[in-house]
């Protein structure tokens, strides 16, 4: 058996790939409310926020927009390949950087899943806490406990079918506490015309292109995509690239929540700008009823990190070998998750996003790369054992090498000097993601027996 990308076997594996119904795959319907639980990120009205606040309410206006065309064009691209080829971050990964590199990403994805599941599951703790009272330690262990049959089985299933109910309540209640704040602090166009005046050589550039290079810390939800996609119908691709994983769903997820958190900010007095602050904000002004649009919001964003942190936990493990029942990586997430949220994680935001911002942007940036460069030609599909990938891919090892080096280097200017802070900030992410794409298309070209990732087994 030759496996190079052009065996009659590799071919067949991919017709009945393409060929095999989509019964067994997700509703559009359901899929869309699945995923359309990421939307309610409190982080999402608090990052709007912060970037009005830095950069000014025109430039974080303009940054978004560009977030979103851009958010939708990349994931239109990974959605559809993911959808064609059923294939997931954990297996796609072995076609741009081996069995032994996707490990590496794959432990990467869980890791950044499970951050996200403690920092949005802090703010529900923080939430009861502000209204009921008693520790953190105690809401914590109740936010854990509640929230992990919520990914297990059927109870998951039917959490996605009640997502689609539950959207309605986190959508009315910012709606509702934008109202509420304007009535009782009054109407003003403060939100509107805040202004930080012109943006010093120090920032690295326009305000807008720094809010840009900002929301290129959450391109995980590029990774987000790919795994949920995998779940879809192939008939139903069009609908998924332009509303589950498209423009639609960042409309919502960016443009809306942005509005809310800088509205918010803006017009309650003395308000802090953090997520736990803006989640405060709100339980504070609006009682119960705040202290429900904030629980609904998260647990429903959370069902999805507590869903993929542990699938790729247990991807993770099964590369090591290490083979164990769902329920049981579904618990061990959850213990790490519990034991993270113990500590003061929260304040550490940025920090994380601009660390993890560098590996998974220079992920994308060879992922897309490759689905472009390869169309047309035999791709990585998820019918195709581990043992027929290359224990490493030289192409895009080194192209992902060289962009995190790029990344993390432009990240260290802060602490070289407080004034190359906004320019490493700003450039960082976006040298990383050209970087990364350059060079892994001069060796995908250089380099063409390593294109598929897949080896040659002789003697088959």
Known sequence: LNLTGSNDDVEATDAMAREGNDEDQMS???????????????????????????????????????TIIAYGAINAVLSKYAIN?????????????????????????????????????????????????????????????YSTPLVIGGARRFLDKLNGWLMPIYFFGLVAAVIWAGVQYGFNDGWVTHDVGPIPFAMGGPGWLAVFAGYMGIWIMMMFTMDYAALGKRKDIKFHQNVTFGWVFYVLAYGFAAFVGIFLTFTIPGMDVSETGVAGGIVNMMGILGLIVVFVSQTRINTANYYLGAANLRAFGERLRINLPNIVWVLISSLIIYLLMLLPIVQYILLALAWQGVLVTAWVAIALTHILMSRGQNQ??????????????SNGLIAWIIGTVIGLVFLQFGNISPDLAGIGATWGPILTVVASAVVYAILWKANPTSRTGLIKVVGQ
């Open 28 to 66: 559009r319907g359901s899929l869309a409310m699945a995923f359309y639980g990421v939307a309610s990120a409190f982080f999402f009205v608090y990052i709007g926020a912060a970037m009005a606040m830095a950069y000014g309410t025109v430039n974080a206006i303009i940054g978004v927009v560009l």
């Open 380 to 393: 990585e599909h998820a019918a195709i054992d581990d043992k027929h990938y290359r224990p490493f891919n």
């Open 85 to 145: 080829n059923r294939t997931t971050v954990a297996k796609f990964s072995r076609t741009i950087l081996g069995t032994v590199g996707s490990t590496i990403a794959t432990i990467i994805f869980a890791l950044v899943a499970i951050y996200y599941a403690v920092f949005e599951g802090s703010i529900i703790a923080y939430a009861f806490m502000a209204f009921f009272g008693g520790e953190m330690w105690m809401w914590s262990l109740i936010v854990v406990i």
